[in-house]
T-cell receptor, first 111, second 116 residues
Framework: RKEVEQDPGPFNVPEGATVAFNCTYS??????FFWYRQDCRKEPKLLMS???SGNEDGRFTAQLNRASQYISLLIRDSKLSDSATYLC????????????FGAGTRLFVKA | DGGITQSPKYLFRKEGQNVTLSCEQN?????MYWYRQDPGQGLRLIYY???????QKGDIAEGYSVSREKKESFPLTVTSAQKNPTAFYLC???????????????FGAGSRLTVL
């Protein structure tokens, strides 16, 4: 089982749709969580951190469920410019911190 | 503007040749990293460095080497011992290093290596 798992997609949605990404992680000692966005053939960029109480940044909402060991990202009112791959990232401690990247979920937003 | 510069952006190599990928940052970050990305897989850590003149192996260090002689620079050499070197290589840096649970990475634009 992979340490961080994501649905590879792709998700094809029309503009204006709401889309949700889920990510599960296997290590219960995981400490911090992030969503990164990666455009085609570009580098990943931090989209948002994920806090225990959940957090929102404009059209984006991130949630953490420690009991079930999953993280979610919700995008409301999708724009064409949201088309990208969304990477789930988990840090956990194992004698030093380890950063694990999910393989990403690809999103296509269509006009 | 502060950032991370990787070069070259594209590189072609014949089998048996070593190549060196450059990574320079002007963010004043202490920690630097090299990752490899293959289609359908998450980023995998090759090497990281928390301080000048010190570096640690990541999960897939075999066939790679690094140096950290200056804070700003962390070049990666892909040696002929690396069995499957064709990949997208990403350099990253962070302020706090991997000992921090809140470690946030800033990436360079990447170097795409193809072995012919």
């Amino acid at each position: 089982r992979k340490e961080v798992e994501q649905d590879p997609g792709p998700f094809n949605v029309p503009e204006g749709a709401t889309v949700a990404f889920n990510c599960t992680y296997s290590n219960s000692a995981s400490q911090s969580f992030f969503w990164y966005r990666q455009d085609c053939r570009k580098e990943p960029k931090l989209l948002m951190s994920v806090y225990s109480s959940g957090n929102e940044d404009g059209r984006f909402t991130a949630q953490l469920n420690r009991a079930s060991q999953y993280i979610s990202l919700l995008i409301r009112d999708s724009k064409l410019s949201d088309s990208a791959t969304y990477l789930c990232v988990v840090n956990y401690y194992t004698g030093g911190f380890k950063t694990i990247f999910g393989a990403g979920t690809r999103l296509f937003v269509k006009a | 503007d502060g950032g991370i510069t990787q070069s070259p952006k594209y590189l072609f190599r014949k089998e048996g040749q070593n190549v060196t990928l450059s990574c320079e940052q002007n963010l004043n970050h202490d920690a630097m990293y090299w990752y490899r990305q293959d289609p359908g897989q998450g980023l995998r850590l090759i090497y990281y460095s928390q301080i000048v003149n010190d570096f640690q192996k990541g999960d897939i260090a075999e066939g790679y080497s690094v140096s950290r002689e200056k804070k700003e620079s962390f070049p990666l050499t892909v040696t002929s011992a690396q069995k499957n070197p064709t990949a997208f290589y990403l350099c990253a840096s962070s302020t706090q290093g991997p000992t921090s649970g809140a470690n946030v990475l800033t990436f360079g634009a990447g170097s795409r290596l193809t072995v012919l």
